[in-house]
């Protein structure tokens, strides 16, 4: 009876021309390829290789043999690694990491349910994150802005502007006016008179979209409150009339339902992109990672 391992070493000779190339790929000596091949030519009945100064030549047997069995292998073998990877999947616990404002958009009802075991790691230090992922305590993570290692994937999965969002109530007529008339000047003094939320004291948002918008380092704006996580700012804006500077993308879902309003979103900020980023030898957790975001 033929064994189902002396064929995988069969199309791996037949593909290497070598017995030697074979065997690196297998992970087996070159005597073990050697001793399989030649069973299976006694279970077959003919020669399947012609030995060279370098390496094999297949015979026409060889040549109609795999014909017969190439279809049947790789499917087999997409199979195996389909199980394979579903048993990873369920079974080992992966570690992802992100930072606290981008958990609800990128991660809330998108990943949880398809692991069985998974524990979020929170990092709002981007470089931080990405040396997590570096040295294999992470084994995943997205983060802002491209790292390019040989050590680690990278790949972009969306992009998101910063914007302004207020409670529904407010009214932006005369700012809507402003805008329209590309009214730098006076579109700034309109924010400066609104109650300000922010989720860092530091207010990094603002910094960066003054800088941008208006071309000013520091805004004239004084922050009426502080709630150090994005999501929960947005929550409270949803309550109580004020304005605050956030991704769209986390943002969205509260416009999409009305509970907050787009007040401005400038043609002149650029757009943050977000990368998933993981070790090489987490390749397999990375691709099951990927195909959810694509």
Known sequence: MVNLEWYRTFKAVYKHRSYSKAAEELFLTQPTVSNQMSMLEAAVGHKLFTRKSKGVVPTENAKFLNNLIIESLDTLEKVEASYSRSVQKEERLYTFGISEDLYKSFVSDKILTSFKHLSIHFENDNKKLFELVNQGEVDAAIVRGDFQTYDVLSQKIGSSKLVVVGHPNLKTEEL?????????????????????????????????????????????????YVIPNEYFMLQEITKIEGVAITLKENAQAFIDDQSLKLIWESDNYPDRDYYLIAHKKQEVFYEMLFGLYT
């Open 176 to 224: 809507d006016q402003y805008i329209q008339q590309n009214d730098l000047k006076n579109i700034q003094k309109w924010l400066e008179h609104q109650t300000w939320f922010s989720h860092m004291s530091t207010n990094p948002f603002i910094k960066f979209f003054w800088l941008h918008c208006f071309n000013k380092k520091r805004p004239k704006i004084f922050t009426n």
